[in-house]
């Protein structure tokens, strides 16, 4: 079975009433990426299938990085597979070395599911784990890429519950690297459009894939949707179709991060 047969069964068996011609968008939209960016894994092309993206797939359909690179037959959940294999030995030493009559399937079915509930509750901690993301630091830009002229840091900070990026199926390299900017123009519209925060993981430094990134080129700061354009090449796309798409050499792009999540700000 091929990684795309296995998208195909896990998005099927998470959304049962989905058409089969929708579970391309539908991965596409989990991710953050383009529609022609996952295309081109079910034509064969899954160098672009990396890590990052892999983790967006098994946190959005709930299920194992294992089982999206390896596995058949029906895919597991999460929670399935997050019983620590030593805590469970020790715990259920313990239990049985009190029975006094024969170990039973009942018995051992009773430990399991009591550590299930443990490590649900461990899982529930994690997700309620609070994040705190400071505004980026312009500071540490080169000379030869100054603040937008227009930039307006209309947010300074922004706390996050360490969920609200789970449930969007965002993976980050490490919560130290988040950073919020301020779009200061248009260009992505209608993605995203001016005055929008966005999550940063000023992480990334290098293209890893298809997505929105905060970069530096010709001189300048952009966010732009880079994809891969052939060899030692990407293209720098606007969202907005006023603005057109270039294509330039990878080494004179330089990557400040990736953007991870849009915050819509609107007038009410």
Known sequence: MKITDRLDVLVQARKPDIDIRRIKRDIADACGLSYEAV??????????????????????????????????????????????????????????????????????????????????????AVGCKEISVPYYNFDQLPSSAPRPVDYSETISSLTLNEAFLQERAAAYSNAEQLAIVILWDNSMADTLNDRDAVIVDCGVSAFNGDGLYLINWAGHLFIRRLQLAGQDQLELIADNPTHNPRTVPMADVEVRGRVLVGLGIRRL
Do not use: C, H, M
């Open 39 to 124: 295309r081109r894994w079910y034509s064969g092309n899954t160098e672009n299938l990396r890590n990052d993206n892999l983790i967006a797939i098994a946190r959005k359909y709930d299920t194992t990085i294992d089982w999206l690179l390896t596995g058949t037959g029906a895919p597991p959940r999460r929670d399935s597979a997050s019983v620590n294999i030593q805590t469970w030995i020790t715990t259920a030493q313990a239990r049985f070395s009190k029975l006094e009559t024969p170990i039973t399937v009942d018995a051992i079915q009773a430990v399991l599911e009591e550590l299930r509930g443990a490590t649900s509750q461990q899982n529930d």
